[in-house]
């Protein structure tokens, strides 16, 4: 993977870094944010975990909705940034320490695609556990079909040479906020073995609404509904 110079490289532990351009993100929020709480329809005392949780803007969105919202991250800088839309009681900092069979929704946003491969089936058994029976999973990552677009409005990508079919890692130029995080390509039809393996029903899968870049139909983002 080719590291491209004069640009900050965001690993999966440095969001906290680049916590300000993610608050004033605004493209990113029209495209992802407001259709993942679009989904959810009332949420007034669910009890939802939002898993990956970043500074929490989609977690205080909830909250203003009432729900009964908990937070996690890996990244516990980025936590303590999240404390200022979030209370500290519903702060998780520890994997180990997220409830089992406690949460009615558990959201996971745009971490899949930045974790290694081993990861992904940890990170599916924490939610399932964590899920009430029948509980819903909202998971949502960077659209699979599209690896092979160059330019988005948000995001400028640097070729592997790889094909669709493999897992393989290449660097995505955030334009809203112009840094690089190394991304995951992995087919849809792996992430849902993944889903099935872990013991969810794979109840909907549905993309963001579309736009148009360069005359180019673009659809960035793809979200599973999973239940347990």
């Known amino acids: 993977m080719k590291r491209v110079k004069s640009k900050i ?32 329809d009332i949420v007034k005392d669910k009890r939802i ?19 009964d919202i908990d937070i996690f991250d890996i990244n516990k800088r980025i936590l ?13 900092y520890e994997a180990d320490n997220i409830s089992e069979n406690t949460y009615d ?19 599916l058994k924490n939610i399932y556990n964590a899920l009430k029976y029948k509980g819903i999973a909202y998971i949502g990552f960077c659209n699979p079909k599209i690896f092979k677009v160059r330019e988005t409005k948000l995001d400028i990508r640097h070729f592997t040479g790889e094909k669709y079919k493999d897992n393989h890692t290449y660097l ?3 334009k809203e906020g112009g840094y690089l995080i190394p991304e995951k390509h992995r087919p849809t039809e792996w992430y849902i073995g ?16 579309p736009h148009f870049f360069k005359g180019k139909k ?8 999973l239940i347990k």
């Open 9 to 40: 490289f965001i690993g999966q532990y440095d969001w906290h870094k680049v916590y300000e351009a993610l608050e004033d993100e605004t493209i990113k929020t029209t495209i992802y944010d407001d259709l993942i709480l679009s989904q959810m």
């Open 49 to 67: 975990l939002d898993y990956g949780c970043g500074p929490g803007i989609i977690s205080h969105a909830l909250e203003e909705k009432e729900a």
């Open 80 to 92: 303590k940034i999240a404390r200022k839309r979030v209370l500290e009681k519903h702060i998780i």
């Open 105 to 123: 929704l558990v959201l996971c946003n745009l971490v899949l695609c930045i974790v290694e491969d081993e990861e992904v089936p940890k990170i």
């Open 172 to 174: 995505k130029e955030k």
């Open 194 to 209: 993944m889903f099935i393996k872990a013991g969810f029903k794979v109840e909907k899968k549905f993309y963001t609404s």
């Open 218 to 225: 673009i659809k960035d983002f793809v979200i599973f509904k």
